[in-house]
């Protein structure tokens, strides 16, 4: 696909941060895709794990998963030699695309002891939510309001 | 002394190479010691029945083998367990935090998942062979702070284990490597050594095979390789890692073994070529090899799976040879366990112990001491494995239904004064059908003693000391719990004992007793291991007993018990657990995007980088690598590979493949993925349980049936009869509560025929829903709610109404009428009123006063407020004055008699209480009915006769209080929370004259004449709604067609 002059320039354009604006169809995650590929080019020194990407949904979130690594699969069948590449194929599964409430589980957790949490805290459903709730007002009533 | 490092292309080659050497070994001396290192028991199971019964084999995992070299060291030293382990880490990090030397983690040392992930840096540190000064001298001088806490508390715990001289499981492993390097002619073996099955080794498990491969006379190291693959392929990344380590540790001679190929030809091209960068082959795909199948959802994909395996099954494959793997068991395991469980499939998979019943019995008798809660309290009283002495079933059954008439929530004071009369008054309503005596009064006092020392005999038994020590708690639950007297636990014949719950001995006479039995066992481990922890690690004298139950039941609900090993069952397990076996059929399930390959653990102790940079070597130690996995599993098929995955995601929307799934239909021309159909059901030939072929027979419309299905065969049709009657706009049927049996209906006349006294609430009931009325008044049927703190809405409305007729009645007394200028005294009365009957509610009107009730009377205080300065707003207007509170008609305590209404054919006899009649200087008289919910009532739906009240109390006040000459001027509701009033009736001359009272009446006699008529059919309210929340909404199906039915039956 060719892109256009400004899809290039938000590809291209680094060190400053960038908000894309665009219609729906007009090629935001092809940008984003290329924009982290081009990032992964032009620092040879950077590995996968340096970047992350987030995304609404997890639905999104996985279809930006898989053209990445298919545009690291290319780049290494269009370089077999450049050892950034195949670096970059061999630590594909540690790709950081996510929804932003995983990527805030991950921070947490990888910074569980800094903010002292528990390091393998759960993210509790709706349903478990309104029953501590309940439990947390029903101890508080007890603890604050009885004698 | 010779090594072999042998790399074959699948373990398949090197399981037959291994058993041919020993074969070899064996036929020249079947006594030739052999040792074997495998990476798990089920790798050993397969080991087991391959070598069937080869005699001086020992087939060890790596920590099997520790203990047996420590135990030829004569090390005495003892392992100490898990519970211990985690006990140990507590009692440092606490002894650290009162030293102030951890502030960077202070705040999680009681967090269990803090904790464990200490065990794994404990772990990670052992198998690397780091001591703990060496990390202390190395952190101390330029490591992070948190490195130097992890440091002295490393220091901390492995002098502990020195100084008593105890290990854990790790340590073992080191110890042994230590063992054998300090004596060189230690554990020497006139044997072979064979290690297979592995694909990484730690630091310290290199150092023993090291020692070891000197110790025996051959030393044989099997490693899952290619020699046609670039050594930086992919696939042998993690390999070549292992590969290297080795050679660089140990001498050894490098072999490559061919491949005696068992693999059928198209599994062997895809092993042979997947993940190469640019595919030198690609084939046409055999479906009876390699099957890819798309499910809309993972119950479908297991679904699949198992329907296939079955029909292996049938086939006569042994089970042995099918296996089923997925990324993350514990996502499938729920589902794996149902489904095999409906198909009738023996499948290999741990039964969580919290599931089996008289563990599930045992654990709530833990929860109940010191409070009893009402429901856990009956539920254990009535549990089959309670063998309790002191309350009989038929006690049981009144004390349930006492104790829920006097709202028992919890504690021993509750539940015992329940049983007294003394102490229940009778709750009062404000309805006119309440008439039930409570329970309580009905029974002897002889019955009532029995119950009460009873149950105050188990409260006490069941109440352990609020502080003892570990020993005395776990002998408190052996006997008088569980019912074993120490050293009696194998005796087969434990009779029940006085004292006891005898749990042990219910689990002997259960249907299931094996079952139970085991899991009883297991439980008893459990104590076993804290027992034993108490003793490693001494701790306080005495706990509480809060502690002691929460620990033990955090212990339980993490323990499996093993499916029964002597029965031969499909094997279910992640992923990496195939690396070291061989399959002929295996189906691998979750293969979408991000399932597998899924990122690696987060670690929160450092960072990829931070490990990098660290002046220790920090060797993370993951259980595969990924994509060598997924390449050493596809070498482990022999026959056909089965490839599932979703296609929809939790929430509907598309999934996509796992990258490895695309990769494996690269290799192929025309590998079609087979897509289940969303709903799809299966035809009677892939029928894999019974439910399964009766409902495809029913949806083929089958004509010939197996005899033995007919029965339900023909059930099955006819509730599919009544399902599309339900579902069909065609009048209301026997099935949706118009009952066509005479004898039915003559019961019906006998109850509700022309000598029933009404009252507004039985007319509305069925004026709104027949089927309720169906529901509650014939079939009697009535919600029991479990007993709460606080009020329900029918006690606070009791509550509002007595009030409001203290007040009113006092106003009567005082002669005030309601007016501006009076407010302040009838306020003043408000306040006097609502003293007096708070004083006593909770016994009058039957509940437990939350810890709310203090702000909930200020409450309704101010509701009453305001509700009464808008009375005398209005009535300045009017000028009313009470006259009547609480007029009853028609009870046989009352003055005035049943109001009797007339009509052509019938009549209706009705009794009531109006809640307030006020009166006007001409005479003329305005009726109330109060209403403590704030939802009005048209005057559409007094015609319809579901709102009753005003039509049929001025009916009565004109036949009964009305003087000569005078009218009843207006019939109202009061809403008391918003100050208004709904469904008023003005009247110009007699009631019955009035239109909405005549359309009311007339409802009403059809209502009637319906009833008679047994005619119950559900009424919707408005289109497939009804109320937000109905007690009989289980009973009644409600669907769109509902309402013309309704219709049909002139109920609308």
Redesign the interface.
């Known amino acids: 696909m060719k892109l256009t002059e400004q899809q290039l320039l938000a590809i291209q354009t680094q060190d400053q941060s960038l908000v894309v604006q665009a219609g729906a169809g007009t090629g935001k995650t092809t940008v984003l895709v290329q924009r982290f590929v081009h990032l992964l080019e032009t620092h040879p020194e950077w590995?996968l794990?340096n970047l992350y990407a987030i995304t609404f949904?997890?639905?999104a979130?996985?279809?930006m998963?898989?053209r990445l690594?298919q545009e690291v699969e290319e780049k290494?069948?269009l370089h077999?030699d450049v050892p950034q590449w195949?670096e970059h194929?061999?630590n594909?599964?540690?790709?950081?695309v996510s929804t932003i409430h995983s990527l805030c589980a991950?921070i947490l957790?990888?910074?569980?002891?800094a903010c002292?949490?528990?390091?393998?805290?759960q993210v509790i459903d709706e349903q478990e939510a309104n029953l501590l709730k309940e439990e947390s007002i029903r101890s508080t009533?007890?603890r604050t309001?009885?004698p | 002394m010779t090594t072999n490092l042998f790399q074959t292309r699948s373990m398949r080659s090197a399981y037959n190479h291994l058993l041919i050497q020993i074969e070899e070994l064996k036929e020249s001396n079947p006594l030739y010691p052999i040792f074997i290192l495998s990476p798990s028991s089920d790798a050993i199971s397969e080991l087991q029945t391959n070598l069937g019964d080869t005699i001086c084999i020992s087939i060890h995992q790596f920590y099997t083998l520790a203990n047996a070299i420590l135990d030829e060291a004569a090390f005495t030293i003892q392992e100490i367990n898990d519970i211990a382990v985690r006990r140990l880490i507590r009692s440092i990090l606490h002894q650290m935090q009162e030293k102030e030397q951890i502030q960077?983690?202070?705040?999680?040392i009681d967090?269990?998942?803090?904790i464990?992930?200490l065990i794994n840096w404990l772990r990670e540190m052992k198998s690397q062979g780091i001591f703990p000064k060496e990390m202390q001298s190395v952190v101390h001088l330029q490591g992070s702070i948190?490195d130097q806490h992890l440091a002295d508390f490393y220091f901390y715990y492995q002098e502990f284990l020195k100084a008593q001289h105890y290990s854990d499981t790790d340590g073992l492993l080191w110890l042994a490597a230590e063992a054998l390097e300090e004596d060189e002619t230690f554990f020497q073996q006139n044997g072979a050594f064979f290690i297979l099955g592995f694909d990484q080794f730690t630091n310290v498990q290199i150092r023993m095979l090291k020692q070891l491969a000197d110790r025996f006379k051959e030393a044989n190291i099997y490693l899952t390789w290619d020699a046609n693959r670039d050594q930086?392929s992919?696939v042998l990344?993690r390999l070549s890692k292992t590969r290297n380590a080795l050679i660089n540790s140990i001498h050894m001679k490098l072999i490559f073994l061919p491949d005696h190929v068992t693999q059928s030809n198209h599994l062997a091209h895809l092993h042979q070529h997947i993940f190469e960068?640019?595919l030198a082959e690609i084939i046409h795909a055999d479906q009876n090899q390699i099957v890819m199948v798309e499910a809309p959802s993972r119950t479908a994909e297991v679904r699949h799976a198992l329907r296939e395996i079955k029909r292996l099954l049938l086939e006569n494959i042994p089970a042995n040879k099918i296996a089923l793997v997925c990324p993350n068991k514990q996502t499938y395991l729920p589902i794996v366990r149902t489904v095999s469980t409906e198909f009738g499939i023996p499948v290999d998979f741990e039964h969580p112990l919290l599931q089996n019943p008289a563990i599930s019995a045992l654990i709530n008798v833990l929860k109940l001491p010191f409070e009893f809660p009402w429901q856990l309290t009956l539920q254990t009283l009535r549990s089959p494995y309670i063998l309790q002495p002191w309350l009989s079933l038929d006690h049981i059954n009144l004390l349930e239904v006492i104790s829920r008439d006097n709202h028992v929530i919890a504690g021993i004071d509750q539940w015992l004064r329940s049983l007294e009369p003394l102490n229940n008054s009778i709750p009062e309503y404000n309805s006119e059908d309440y008439n039930s005596k409570r329970l309580v009064f009905t029974l002897e006092e002889q019955t009532l003693t029995k119950i009460k020392n009873g149950l105050n005999t188990f409260f006490q038994h069941l109440t352990p000391p609020k502080k003892a020590s570990i020993d005395d708690y776990i002998a408190w639950l052996q006997s008088d719990v569980i019912g074993i007297v120490p050293d009696s636990e194998n005796e087969e014949e434990i009779s029940s004992s006085e004292n006891s719950l005898n749990i042990h001995l219910a689990c002997q006479q259960s249907p299931f007793a094996q079952r139970d039995l085991q899991a009883l066992s297991f439980f008893m481990q459990t104590l076993r291991s804290l027992h034993n922890a108490s003793v490693q690690i001494p701790s306080k004298d005495q706990i509480f007993w809060q502690d002691f139950r929460d620990e033990l039941i955090s212990l339980v609900s993490t323990m499996e018990i093993p499916s029964d090993s002597t029965q031969n069952s499909i094997s279910f397990d992640r992923l990496e657990a195939g690396r070291a076996r061989t399959f002929d059929y295996l189906f691998v399930l979750g293969l979408s995007?991000?399932e597998f390959?899924?990122?690696?653990p987060?670690?929160?102790?450092y960072?990829?980088q931070e490990r990098q940079d660290h002046p220790l070597s920090l060797i993370k130690y993951n259980l595969s690598d990924?994509v060598s996995l997924w390449w050493q599993l596809i070498g482990n098929v022999n026959k056909k590979l089965t490839l599932l995955r979703p296609y929809l995601?939790e929430?509907g929307?598309?999934?996509?493949a796992s990258?490895y799934w695309e990769k494996v239909r690269d290799c192929f021309t025309n590998l079609e993925p087979f897509r289940i159909p969303i709903a799809d059901h299966p035809m009677p030939k892939d029928a894999a349980c019974l439910t399964e072929l009766l409902t495809a027979l029913i949806k083929t419309e089958a004509r010939t049936i197996p005899p033995q299905l007919e029965k339900r065969y023909r059930q099955i049709n006819y509730a599919k009869v009544i399902q599309n009657q339900r579902l069909s706009y065609l009048p209301a049927g026997n099935f949706e509560g118009v009952l066509g049996k005479e004898s039915i209906k003559k019961e019906i006349i006998q109850e509700y025929g022309n000598n029933h006294i009404w009252s507004p609430s039985q007319l509305n009931q069925y004026g709104n829903c027949p089927f309720q009325f169906f529901a509650q008044r014939i079939l009697k049927i009535d919600a029991l709610k479990d007993p709460e703190e606080g009020f329900d809405s029918l006690q606070r409305g009791s509550l509002l109404h007595a009030i409001l007729e203290h007040v009113y009645r006092r106003l009567t007394e005082l002669d005030i009428t309601p007016s501006i200028e009076n407010q302040n005294k009838i306020l003043e009365v408000l306040d006097s009123s609502c003293d007096s009957i708070f004083f006593n509610a909770p016994e009058r009107f039957g509940f437990h006063p939350?810890?709310?009730w203090?702000?909930e009377q200020e409450e309704i205080r101010r509701l009453l407020k305001a509700l009464i300065q808008w009375d005398c707003e209005e009535n300045d207007k009017i000028n009313y004055e009470p006259f009547l509170q609480e007029a009853c008609f028609g009870f046989s305590s009352q003055e005035k008699p049943v109001l009797v209404i007339q009509n052509e054919q019938s009549h209706l006899e009705l009794r009531g209480k109006i809640d307030r009649i006020d009166r006007n200087a001409k005479g003329e008289l305005r009726i109330i009915d109060y209403k403590s919910g704030s939802t009005k009532y048209s005057v559409s739906a007094i015609r319809q006769a579901s709102a009753l009240q005003t039509v049929l109390y001025a009916l009565a006040a004109e036949e009964l209080w009305l003087e000569q000459g005078s009218l009843v001027k207006t019939s109202l509701f009061w809403h008391i929370p918003i100050k208004d009033y709904s469904g008023k009736l003005d009247f110009k001359t007699t009631v019955k004259q009035n239109d909405t009272v005549k359309e009311a009446l007339q409802r009403i006699f059809l209502h009637l004449g319906l009833i008679q008529q047994a005619y119950f059919p559900s009424k919707p309210a408005d289109t497939r709604q009804c109320r937000q929340y109905c007690d009989y909404a289980a009973l009644c199906r409600v669907n769109r067609q509902s309402i013309a039915k309704a219709k049909q039956g002139d109920l609308s």
């Open positions: 590995s794990d949904t997890e639905k979130a996985r279809e998963r898989i690594r290494v069948s077999p195949q194929r061999l594909l599964d540690k790709l950081n991950r957790r990888e910074n569980a002891i002292q949490i528990d390091p393998q805290f009533q007890k309001i009885l | 960077v983690f202070e705040r999680l967090k269990p998942g803090f464990e992930a948190l930086a992919l990344s960068s640019t995007e991000g390959p899924s990122p690696p987060v670690d929160p102790f960072t990829q990924q995601d929430n929307a598309p999934w996509q990258p939350s810890p709310l203090k702000y």
